[in-house]
């Protein structure tokens, strides 16, 4: 490491750190700006390929983790250890996670600090009442009521070749676009995780890799769920970093395409997060909601509290745990709960575009 390559790294951490205190700025000139040009590039370069770069590229870090901490032990059981192997270690530590920080969000991470969808549509947020969380509760659970008459096993399963979820999905962008131009996703990298059976028990349904541009979905979590958490990732593909955002633009994706797949997928998640804020004010008004589910989603509510405790483990508890600091540390105060912070998108959303749009 050379003296000019630590200069250079500080330089841009600060920079960085002092650019992200402008959402105004990064909004115009780095989210609308320089990082659609990024993130088409990664797409380009990467989304057709049908394995994951990205999950390759963890792959062969954990690997580089596990070789530096077999040397380390070693030189310890060799008596190798002195003031110049710590110092010079310590360095190689700091100037790895200061490179990563600066990488991290040059290709991505500075879209945590962007105004982001609400200023796009002129959404007023703000703390939300009871009467309001009924009126969306009521509102989406018609809905979810109303598609769950129409999804047959059939068309639940034509989505089983992830080939077809995929481009399913990039279509809903497209009937999205046509509405909100800024919303156009082109081209498409979107890919099922080599890791998706490890991420049950890690506890991840997708993830957006910033360092190679691709959305990688798990694929093995209940198949009712994967349309959403498709355009979820997709979203983050377009810049919306934050949790909540991005399950704000992958609602709107879902709803504009014409599948009733689609929207039954969308509409049980959101379900699932205003119900979970109701139970929280007030369980009487919840358990009458409840009572008046679709008894297909009675049976999917039932399968997926199935899934999450048939893969439940102590070390899930410990990632979920530190990714909830990661969330604090990157602009979302919430952490784990910021996903459900998409209730209060859909609030402001239907109190300036009526119930309806909903």
């Known amino acids: 490491m050379k003296s000019w390559s630590w200069v250079l ?29 990024i993130a088409k590039i990664q797409r380009f370069l990467f989304g057709w390929l049908p394995i994951s770069v990205g999950d390759l590229f963890y792959g062969f870090l954990i690997l580089v983790i596990i070789y530096k901490t077999v040397q380390f032990f070693k030189a310890i059981f060799q008596k190798k250890l002195n003031r110049q192997y710590f110092i010079s270690g310590l360095q190689q530590i700091i100037f790895f996670f200061l490179f990563v920080y600066v990488f991290f969000n040059l290709l991505w991470g500075l879209n945590y600090n962007r105004r982001g969808i609400a200023h796009q549509l002129g959404l007023e947020i703000k703390k939300y009442s009871l009467t309001d969380l009924d009126t969306l509760t009521t509102a989406i659970q018609n809905r979810l009521n109303y598609y769950a008459d129409f999804v047959t096993e059939s068309q639940r399963d034509s989505f089983n070749k992830k080939k077809r979820l995929f481009s399913s999905a990039k279509e809903a962008y497209g009937e999205l676009e046509k509405k909100y131009s800024f919303l156009g996703y082109h081209p498409r990298s979107i890919k099922p995780s080599i890791y998706s059976y490890l991420g049950n028990y890690l506890g991840f349904q997708g993830y957006y890799n910033p360092f190679s541009g691709e959305g990688q979905v798990n694929t093995t979590i209940p198949r009712f769920l994967e349309p959403f958490v498709t355009t979820h990732e997709m979203a983050h593909q377009l810049g919306y970093a934050k949790e909540n955002e991005a399950n704000f633009v992958g609602y709107l994706a879902c709803r504009s395409y014409e599948s009733n797949v689609f929207r039954y997928s969308v509409y049980f998640d959101l379900y699932n997060y205003a119900i979970g804020e109701i139970i929280m004010r007030d369980t009487v008004l919840a358990r009458s909601f409840q009572e008046k589910r679709h008894p297909q989603v009675v049976k999917d509510v039932k399968e997926l509290k199935d899934f999450y405790r048939r893969y439940n483990n102590f070390i899930q508890q410990a990632v979920m745990w530190g990714y909830g600091y990661f969330l604090r540390a990157n602009n979302q105060p919430a952490g784990k709960r910021s996903y459900n912070e998409v209730v209060t998108w859909l609030i402001a959303y239907y109190k300036k575009f009526g119930v309806d749009a909903l």
């Open 9 to 37: 790294v500080i330089v841009l951490t600060i920079l960085i750190k002092w650019v992200s205190w402008y959402p105004d700025w990064v909004e115009k000139n780095y989210s609308r700006g320089l990082f659609p040009w």
